[in-house]
């Protein structure tokens, strides 16, 4: 079955600099990759969505890459700021389906 | 901007009880999930919905059940808690077309004694 690896390790960086998250996936490759944000106690945030004949996806200060060889996303927040801190979740839509399915997230904390 | 609502934000239950969770979507979507969150397990998917009265099992549908009798509500029931049913469940809707973004409420965390 698909799964999905994020890093379970927290990623602190101090404020200003660019986070870089990573997604892994096994067997095949889905037909989109999604990015979501989680604030403690509330439910996942849609951030960017990117389709498998993308190679690359911006929004302000977040670009989004999937690389279908690899079998990997980097999702990166460039000139992060505290307010930026939260868990980030990767996500996959496999084709033939509505299913969803989630990684278990990367915690990011950007110090001031 | 899509709004999802889950009824509660904190339900505590005794074991064997019979536990209704309600979601109520504002958009007209036509996809609606239930999901549950544990710790270094992520999301989990539940059941689905992609149309009233239409329902897709997800990975773990045991132990629970749900309905949808109306376009934006979408309710999963447990029919006999456990404590290991104890967990953070989230509803979430979506478009029709399939890799659309899921809108998900602010969840529900259930604790079963």
């Known amino acids: 079955s698909q799964k999905i690896e994020q890093n379970s390790e927290a990623l602190n960086i101090q404020e200003g600099k660019t986070a870089t998250l990573t997604c892994n996936y096994t067997n095949y490759s889905p037909a989109y990759l999604q990015w979501y944000r989680q604030d403690p106690g509330r439910g996942p945030v849609f951030l960017l969505l990117?389709?498998?004949?993308?190679k690359e996806k911006r929004k302000e200060r977040l670009k989004v890459t999937f690389d279908t060889t690899l079998k990997q996303s980097l999702f990166h927040i460039t000139a992060s700021q505290p307010a930026d801190s939260a868990t980030y979740l990767c996500a996959l839509d496999m084709n033939g389906g509505f299913k969803t399915i989630f990684g278990a997230g990367t915690r990011l904390f950007v110090k001031a | 901007d899509v709004k999802v609502t889950q009824s509660s934000r904190y339900l505590v239950k005794r074991t064997g009880e019979k536990v209704f969770l309600e979601c109520v979507q504002d958009?007209?979507?036509?996809?609606m999930f239930w999901y549950r969150q544990d710790p270094g397990l992520g999301l989990r998917l539940i059941y689905f919905s992609y149309d009233v009265k239409m329902k897709e099992k997800g990975d773990i549908p045991e132990g629970y059940s749900v309905s949808r009798e109306k376009k934006e509500r979408f309710s999963l029931i447990l029919e006999s808690a456990s404590t290991n049913q104890t967990s953070m469940y989230l509803c979430?809707?979506?478009?029709?077309?399939?890799?659309?973004?899921?809108?998900f409420g602010n969840g529900t965390r259930l604790t079963v004694t």
């Open positions: 958009m007209d979507h036509e996809n």
């Open positions: 990117i389709r498998e004949n993308e």
């Open positions: 979430a809707s979506s478009l029709a077309h399939r890799g659309g973004p899921l809108h």
